[in-house]
């Protein structure tokens, strides 16, 4: 495989995950989950995304669709389209897989991929986060990052804006 076939390799359909999940489990690793829009890729979600992966051996990301992103940030939104934001983001070394996901929440998205440990930003408290029953029923944890000042997708929209 070249460069660019790993890269889409790791754009996983959710009808195809079952293998990779049970691969991942006979090697007893343990499955990090996070989730998000990814609008524009930028210095924080990287950051975020590297503390992420580092909290265990794989790293899944469940990625809103372009129609649900719309409906959680609006009809502007998202400047790129969900094939582009998985590009990205299954570009970076340390993402093992990206997994769309239609809904609002990825709870049914972390019912299918029980993660061993799931993560999001410290604006949410641990019990607040969607599927945190999930993990913890599991035996699991929750784990909350802080972002990084001054780097968000909206500010970085806002200030192009202005310019």
Known sequence: MNKLEIIQSKIIDIDHVEPLLTYWNLKNQKIV???????????GHVEYLAQAASQGDVLVIGLNTDSSVRRIKGPSRP????????????????????????????YNLIKRVQPDILVKGSDYKAEDIVGYDIVKAKGGEVVTIDFIDGYSTTSIIEKLKKD
Do not use: K, W
């Open 33 to 43: 989950f996070t989730n998000g829009c990814f609008d524009i890729l930028h210095r």
């Open 79 to 106: 400047v790129q389209d969900e094939y582009a934001r998985a590009m990205l983001l299954a570009s970076l070394s340390f993402v093992s897989a990206v997994i769309y996901f239609d809904e609002d929440t990825p």
